[in-house]
């Protein structure tokens, strides 16, 4: 088939939940995605935030080839040596001390709330706790995560969602406090927002708000789906701040291309939460996904992979500071890391900006309302940060009144 009669059968078959961009694609290499047609993309979005490694890394994938001539599933009442020695690997990475792997970011959204929810039930004797969460945010599209997604018009069509949310503003603590309520049981928040436009905390806002935990025996809990696993710098965005979350998700990297997540909590949280029967998956941690997160844990430290991030991030802003200067429409660019945003001024939509660099072999995303999003895989180089900036100009170029 070619390319259209692909979309075409996909339009008939599949549930028609996404405005997919008009091409199919079929392999990868390195950094590199190809279609169907064969033409090459550089990719700066990286299956938002999925491929750290990029495209072909043989030791990955000598992994699962070997992990499927085992076992694939055995179901969460047995041990297995993927589950074990994967779950030791992140803990150490982390800092946190237990870890229940799920299928997806939203799954691991779904037992963070949970555990949270059991900590004060099981500290107060009673239900009907709430949560503080931050404008903006997001957290994923289930009923409980997206209870917890601060942006109005992903919520309003499936109301009610979940009770007992309350939203502040990210970045203030007085918001914060303003929420605070005899119930409050945690607060939820990601170390670097993603989908509300790419704004990291601030440092002392951070830190105010475990201290405000700590005081009030409230748990922190940290989204680091998509900003954990390398992207700023370190394995996890919060390890540059000074603070540890009670319960930290993290999911995208993590399996670097299989779909796998996790929640990771502290040893008090852990003592004092879920038990057998309070939460459980059926696929959650199976042995083909933990293979691969067992070798991503490995890559990532053998090869470096936040120390490579940290070093060549300046590179890559001082780039993106080109780009601010060239360009009028172009106001700033924010974010930690290999997690960037170019914000546009109101003339020029990130929507159009994504869809034409994609016409020029470039693989980008939008974020917010005014952001262009670059989430390149964690092994790309200078030349790479190069070619990026010689297709994007083109493109801008061509937003240029």
């Not at 704004?199 to 105010?208: G, H, L, S």
Request: hydrophobic content about 40%; glycine content about 10%.
């Amino acid at each position: 088939m070619n390319k259209q009669e692909y979309i075409d059968t996909a339009e008939e078959n599949l549930f028609h939940v996404y405005n997919r961009f008009p091409v199919v694609f079929d392999k990868g290499e390195g950094v590199n995605i190809y279609d169907t047609d064969g033409k090459k993309y550089l990719d700066f979005a990286s299956g938002i935030g999925v491929m750290a490694f990029g495209y072909g890394n043989e030791e990955y994938k000598d992994a699962l080839k070997n992990q499927i001539d085992k076992i694939t599933h055995t179901s969460n009442l047995y041990y297995h040596v993927p589950m074990i020695e994967a779950g030791k690997k992140v803990c150490k990475a982390s800092g946190m001390d237990k870890i229940f792997f799920t299928n997806s970011g939203a799954e691991a959204i779904e037992g963070a709330i949970k555990t949270a929810k059991r900590y004060a039930y099981n500290r107060d004797g009673y239900a009907g706790h709430e949560i503080i969460a931050m404008e903006h945010s997001f957290h994923g599209r289930t009923v409980g995560s997206l209870s917890v997604t601060g942006t109005e018009h992903y919520r309003e069509p499936f109301l009610p969602l979940m009770e007992g949310v309350r939203f502040a503003q990210f970045n203030d603590i007085n918001s914060v406090i303003a929420q605070l309520s005899d119930k409050t049981c945690a607060i939820i928040m990601e170390t670097v927002q993603g989908e509300g436009g790419l704004y990291p905390a601030d440092p002392e806002f951070i830190k105010a708000v475990r201290k405000l935990c700590d005081e009030r025996d409230m748990l922190l809990i940290l989204d680091e789906i998509q900003c954990g696993m390398g992207r700023t710098g370190s394995m996890y965005a919060f390890q540059q701040y000074g603070v540890k979350p009670d319960i930290l998700t993290s999911a995208k990297a993590l399996g670097a291309g299989v779909p796998v997540g996790a929640f990771l909590v502290t040893d008090k949280v852990a003592s004092n939460s879920l038990v057998p029967g309070d939460h459980g998956t059926t696929y959650g941690g199976n042995p083909l996904v933990c293979a691969a997160v067992d070798k991503t844990m490995d890559i990532m430290t053998e090869r470096k992979i936040p120390e490579h991030v940290a070093e060549l991030t300046p590179y890559f802003e001082s780039v993106l500071d080109k780009i601010v200067e060239k360009y009028d429409f172009v106001t700033s660019h924010r974010g930690m890391g290999f997690m960037q945003g170019l914000v546009l001024s109101e003339e020029v939509a990130p929507g159009k900006v994504v869809a034409a660099a994609l016409e020029h072999g470039l693989v980008i995303l939008s974020a917010g309302k005014d952001v262009v999003r670059l989430l390149p895989p964690l092994v790309i180089e200078k030349s790479d940060i190069d070619e990026m900036y010689k297709l994007l100009t083109e493109v801008l170029d061509t937003f240029v009144k």
